[in-house]
């Protein structure tokens, strides 16, 4: 199965790599669009110098871990955040026929190379902040952060998966289920804790980004959002893995469905 | 009259039919509504807690650009993707021997979906409007004279935008690519418009840069006069930066439409 998913890959590169010029476009596009991203929280916190209790530094380093998650996911997760128009050409029928997992298949259908843009402006927002807050790493801060990276990449591919899996009912538009996805990523690239009560549950409980990221993140920084034994931090990321299980469980149960709209 | 008319009319139905055509993706209208909803309500939140009690009419302010931006974001950003299909199925071929001026047909055609398609969505957004709690709504106009500087100035700046596409296109029929020039003018639009930030928030020391730009013309100028109705030598001095921008981009948009024109490959067969 390794084997598969690293064969995969490799073509993918080869593929993205024959037009050079348009993919070094299509990565600079990227960058310029989290780099419009970052002027703006750059505005923000120039103008008004805190977001509730936390400082400019903080804010850039949660804006950070959030847009450099979240670029990975659509860079390894293209095929199911596209998964539109994989139903939408019929190419899921020959999904269906090959003996190998399905879900695996429409992962390494696609990928993105060009959210290494948006990777790559996540980064520097981390490394500026980490600079400035002088934060002390120390072996379990970085395999906390390493954790988080991993399941919070996990979480959100989760929360591509509803979308994938509203597209087994009906191959109209379902541009509703974005408020998740990218509405998630414009909210909580903020600590959740600024925001009313009803925001803050669905992004801590319903929707984990809070458990994944702000949780062990506020802990990293040496403010935590919610006091906890150290151990801890270490629990709460699982559940983006715990959402994302649940989520392809869904989605399997919902290619049962599957009518080819191909010919 | 007359004369005038037979002209035009090619460039009317086009408007036309385009809004008709919008008209039907009501569905589409309805999950945008959603999506516009909950990021203008994010929004609202954030910037409540930025402003912290500080300065109530300043947040309002922030308040009601931030749900205008939401309601006309189908104006700002519209792009079907049409212009380069034709061309890479070679429909363009037929297009082209139509006796018109391509570059008004596009833009006429453009004007008509953007407006039909922000109108749709306005609608609704204005309802919800009145079920939200009260520190989360967007204010009236500042009075019956801001709002009609404001509808006037939201016809220029939809006008404006779609010159701007058309500069856009113009490169899209040279690259056939849609995702590499034209997306970093549409991405650097989005913050240069105020959609991810308002442009009134940003530093006094740019204000004037900021506000004079081309992509501030198309909705933080009608904006500004909807949040204060400005005298007639402030109002004046707006609306010609608004028209004289649509003019250089419709000269620039223009030049660049004839030399694509002349160089078109029909391809496919």
Redesign the interface.
């Known amino acids: 199965m390794m084997r598969y998913v690293v064969h995969s890959v490799k073509m993918l590169m080869k593929s993205a790599m024959q037009y050079r010029s348009?993919l070094l476009?299509?990565v600079?596009?990227q960058f310029?669009?989290t780099g419009?991203?970052l002027?703006?929280v750059t505005?923000?916190l120039?103008?008004?110098r805190v977001?509730?209790h936390w400082g400019a530094a903080e804010i850039m380093f949660f804006f950070g871990v959030m847009q450099s998650t979240f670029a990975l996911t659509e860079l390894f997760g293209r095929g199911i955040a596209a998964f539109q128009g994989f139903i939408g050409r019929g190419e899921f029928d020959s999904v269906l026929l090959r003996p190998r997992p399905l879900l695996l298949q429409v992962m390494c259908s696609q990928l993105d190379p060009?959210r290494l843009g948006s990777f790559i402006v996540g980064l520097a927002a981390i490394w500026m902040a980490a600079v400035q807050l002088k934060i002390a790493w120390t072996a379990a801060k970085a395999l906390l952060m390493a954790e988080v990276v991993v399941c919070s990449v996990m979480l959100l591919l989760g929360l591509f998966l509803i979308e994938a899996t509203m597209c087994f009912f009906s191959v109209?538009?379902?541009?509703?289920v974005?408020?998740l996805t990218y509405?998630g990523r414009?909210?909580c690239q903020?600590p959740v804790d600024?925001?009313?009560t009803p925001?803050r549950l669905l992004f801590t409980y319903a929707a984990p980004v809070a458990l994944c990221m702000h949780w062990p993140i506020s802990w990293v920084l040496g403010q935590p959002m919610v006091v906890l034994a150290q151990g801890w931090y270490y629990v709460t990321p699982l559940a983006g893995l715990v959402f994302f299980a649940l989520m392809a469980a869904i989605w399997y149960a919902g290619a049962k469905h599957y009518r080819s709209t191909g010919t | 009259m007359n004369r005038l008319w037979i002209s035009w009319k090619p460039y009317l139905m086009v408007f036309r039919l385009r809004a008709l055509m919008e008209t039907q993706y009501r569905a589409a209208a309805l999950g945008g509504l959603v999506t516009q909803v909950f990021f203008g309500l994010v929004y609202v939140c954030l910037y409540t807690v930025l402003y912290d009690g500080a300065d109530a009419a300043a947040l309002q302010d922030t308040i009601t650009y931030v749900w205008l931006q939401q309601m006309f974001f189908r104006m700002m950003f519209s792009n079907d993707g049409e212009l380069t299909n034709l061309i890479m199925s070679g429909g363009v071929a037929y297009m082209m021997v139509r006796p018109l001026d391509q570059h008004r047909f596009w833009v006429c055609r453009d004007v008509g979906g953007r407006l039909v398609g922000a109108g749709m969505r306005m609608l609704p957004m204005l309802l919800v409007q009145l079920l939200l709690p009260k520190g989360c709504r967007m204010a009236l106009p500042d009075s019956p004279a801001a709002l009609a500087q404001f509808l006037l100035s939201v016809g220029l700046g939809a006008v404006c935008l779609c010159e701007l596409s058309a500069i856009v296109d113009a490169i899209n029929m040279k690259t056939l690519d849609r995702r590499g020039i034209s997306a970093i003018l549409n991405l650097t639009m989005m913050t240069f418009s105020g959609n991810v930030i308002p442009l009134t928030l940003f530093p006094d020391s740019v204000q004037m840069l900021i506000r004079y730009q081309p992509f501030a013309q198309a909705l933080d100028a009608p904006i500004r006069m909807y949040q204060h109705a400005a005298g007639l030598p402030e109002w004046l001095l707006n609306v010609t930066v608004q028209i004289a921008w649509i003019v250089v981009l419709r000269l620039l948009g223009r030049w660049m439409w004839q030399q694509r024109m002349n160089d078109m490959t029909v391809q496919g067969g």
């Open positions: 348009s476009m299509q600079i596009a310029v669009m419009g991203e002027m703006a505005v923000l120039s103008r008004f977001i509730g060009r109209k538009s379902i541009e509703m974005n408020v509405g414009s909210t903020y600024i925001f009313p925001l």
